[in-house]
Nanobody, 124 residues
Framework: QLQIVESGGGMVQPGGSLRLSCAAS????????IAWFRQAPGKEREGVAS????????HYADSVKGRFTISRDNAKDTVYLQMNSLRPGDTAVYYC?????????????????WGRGTQVTVSS
């Protein structure tokens, strides 16, 4: 069974940090460019960061640039999203997904299936 599992979410105060992890079962992430997406209540899902399969190229949405860092460890077949200086506006369910194209403004997911995501809540 092909499955992506996101983890690491939680509740933090504004200014806090979290690190999200993305792992897969049934296939390897190492063959794909991967992006993190998020969906806040009542809003459409949006891409926030992507990384090439080699890790050489990254893209960030303007809203998270300078605060979030995407990375990958292909030996562990895991992709991470380090989130610093969190704001209430970052509250959302975060998903990771293979993408076939991305820029800082466009993140095009590969396939239609999504994992369950991990909830991030930023609140005082």
């Amino acid at each position: 069974q092909l499955q992506i599992v996101e983890s690491g979410g939680g509740m933090v105060q504004p200014g806090g940090s979290l690190r999200l992890s993305c792992a897969a079962s049934g296939f390897s992430l190492t063959h794909y460019a991967i992006a993190w997406f998020r969906q806040a209540p009542g809003k459409e899902r949006e891409g926030v960061a992507s990384i090439s399969h080699s890790g050489d190229t990254t893209h960030y949405a303007d809203s998270v640039k300078g605060r979030f860092t995407i990375s990958r460890d292909n030996a562990k077949d895991t992709v991470y999203l380090q989130m610093n200086s969190l704001r209430p506006g970052d509250t959302a369910v975060y998903y990771c997904k293979a993408v076939y194209y991305s820029t800082s403004t466009t993140f095009l997911p590969l396939g239609s299936d999504w994992g369950r995501g991990t909830q991030v809540t930023v609140s005082s």
